[in-house]
């Protein structure tokens, strides 16, 4: 189908796995008719090749290599940005694909150089096609290989634009691991080995870009938030050059194989901008132009930890609410580090009860208590030791000693969490959390009025009241918040799951204590 369409004389030479694969074809008949109208639905500005393509393969395969195609309305819109900023003379897309982005800037800069690198050879195949169709195979390259070794430069300027493949640390290879952190190094950045693959590629532009090239890249928005984000974060402030970020809600599906926030972001390569722009839509509809919201500027960005929530509307609450943090500080639970050996069972027969703890451990607990947990005697328990085991009496002595005899050859003592504590036998719970919430679901949170006295793991989230809220003004906090909290206050990740940090859920928006005392919980 690809070669029908002019593939081969497309994009310059093509690589000996592209032929290969074309070669698997080699004598087949092709329907001149099914061409033709493929060929009018390319002219007409669809994608039937990338569809066929997203058919062929589960989203599953798909994202193993971080293959997931872009709404044409994006693409647009990304486009349109690019031109009304200024006209390059190269146009590269680091992740191809089928060409969607490449195909459409080759019709807006009919001068530009066109290259597009993929590491896939069925997608460099497609790319060709849908370039030779509109005109453009010509003046176009099409690299099977590595964006993170594409380095070449020109005199001209050169607009970088596309979808980076989302993939993420664990399948990413060791040596291109120790490739992230040396090339963040030589711009005196750090980088975290648990960064998605999309973070490589903003930072293998940083890196072989200069100054007046320029581009926009969609990516999931976890950049923004997360730890390893932070290299993101700082080429934004720095060499990237950052212009504006537009978060889109996973309602507008973005990315139509996975249920993700999805962010726009704009670079102007060796600018510095006093301000970002940060701006949230919730369909495509809304999509107009990019570089547009709300305007922070670069010194509060440096200082924050986490951007996502510069893209949320900051009005004034209604009279008489309230962000949840003035009421509550929210803590997340306590990291065990190993629950196999401390949530209690047959290998802690024995332990005084002194030590065990009634505790939240699994999110279900949560969303299926109705608002009130009462009853703790359902809950699993979690030992909790003393860092000074003298404050035991002789006979719990002698049964903890026993127990961590057994802790110790379950290697309870060798992990990570246990090295950094105080005593490594020392969990440490935080005391009963009068509201508890979920903070990870493919929903919204849960929250329960905690009167069974529990304690909390870290699969969710203690409320602990600022100043003292009466029992009948709690349950009524806990009664809005299970019925007006929705995962747009959250931030989504690929796959669907909507996270809460401890300070987003802070910043949500409670009645105040005198309407909840008066009775409002909605």
């Not at 208590?369 to 809950?379: E, I, T, Y």
């Not at 690929?494 to 910043?507: C, D, N, Y």
Request: positive net charge; aromatic residues 6%; glycine residues 8%.
């Amino acid at each position: 189908m690809t070669l029908a369409l002019g593939a081969a004389e497309a994009g310059g030479p093509m690589s000996a796995a592209e032929m290969a694969l074309a070669r698997t074809v080699t004598g087949q008949s092709v329907d001149a008719r099914q061409i033709a109208d493929i060929r009018c639905r390319i002219m007409a500005g669809a994608d039937p090749l990338g569809d066929a393509f997203s058919a062929l393969r589960s989203p599953d395969t798909r994202r193993e290599n971080g293959a997931t195609y872009t709404p044409a309305p994006i693409v647009k819109t990304m486009v349109d940005w690019a031109a009304n900023t200024r006209t390059p003379c190269r146009v590269v897309d680091p992740g191809v694909g089928s060409a969607r982005f490449l195909a459409l800037a080759g019709a807006r800069f009919p001068d530009a150089e066109l290259i597009g690198i993929d590491i896939d050879p069925l997608a460099a195949l497609m790319a060709r096609a849908n370039l030779a169709v509109s005109g453009s195979g010509k003046r176009a390259r099409i690299i099977l290989g590595d964006y993170r070794r594409f380095n070449e430069q020109v005199d001209g300027s050169t607009l970088y634009i596309g979808n980076p493949p989302y993939v993420r640390h664990h399948q990413i290879a060791a040596p291109w691991k120790e490739w992230l952190a040396a090339e963040a190094a030589k711009l005196k950045l750090t980088a975290s080995k648990l960064a998605g693959l999309h973070v490589y590629f903003f930072l293998a532009t940083a890196s072989s870009a200069k100054p007046k090239d320029f581009g926009a890249f969609i990516t999931a928005s976890e950049w923004l938030d997360v730890n390893y984000g932070a290299l993101v974060r700082s080429l934004m402030l720095g060499r990237l050059g950052g212009k504006s970020v537009t978060v889109i809600e996973p309602t507008a599906q973005p990315f139509p194989d996975a249920a993700t926030t999805a962010a726009i972001t704009t670079f102007d390569i060796g600018a510095k901008p006093t301000s970002v722009y940060f701006r949230r839509i919730e369909d495509l509809a809304s999509l107009d132009e990019l570089g547009k919201g709300r305007r922070v500027h670069r010194d509060r960005l440096a200082a924050e930890g986490r951007w996502s929530h510069l893209t949320r509307s900051s009005e004034k609450p209604p009279e008489g609410y309230v962000e949840l943090g003035e009421l509550c500080r929210v803590h997340r639970g306590t990291v065990t580090g190993a629950n196999g050996v401390w949530i209690a069972g047959e290998h802690s027969i024995g332990l005084p009860e002194a030590v065990l703890f009634p505790t939240i451990t699994r999110a279900r607990e949560v969303l299926e208590a109705d608002g009130l947990l009462s009853d703790p005697h359902r809950l699993r328990r979690v030992i909790d030791l003393p860092a000074d085991l003298d404050e035991l009496d002789a006979s719990a002595r002698k049964a903890v000693e026993k127990f961590l005899k057994v802790a110790r050859a379950m290697g309870a003592h060798t992990g990570y969490v246990a090295r950094n504590r105080r005593a490594w036998w020392a969990v440490g719970l935080r005391v009963a959390a009068p509201i508890i919430s979920t903070y990870m679901a493919r929903r919204p949170p849960g929250f329960i009025l905690n009167k069974a006295d529990a304690r909390h793991i870290n699969i969710a989230h203690g409320l602990y009241p600022r100043e003292h809220l009466g029992e009948a003004v709690q349950k009524r906090l806990v009664a809005f918040l299970q019925t007006n909290i929705s995962q747009k206050s959250g931030r989504t990740y690929a796959g669907g799951l909507t996270k809460f940090e401890p300070r987003e859920m802070e910043r949500l928006i409670v009645p105040g204590p005198a309407l909840l005392a008066a009775g409002v919980t909605s």
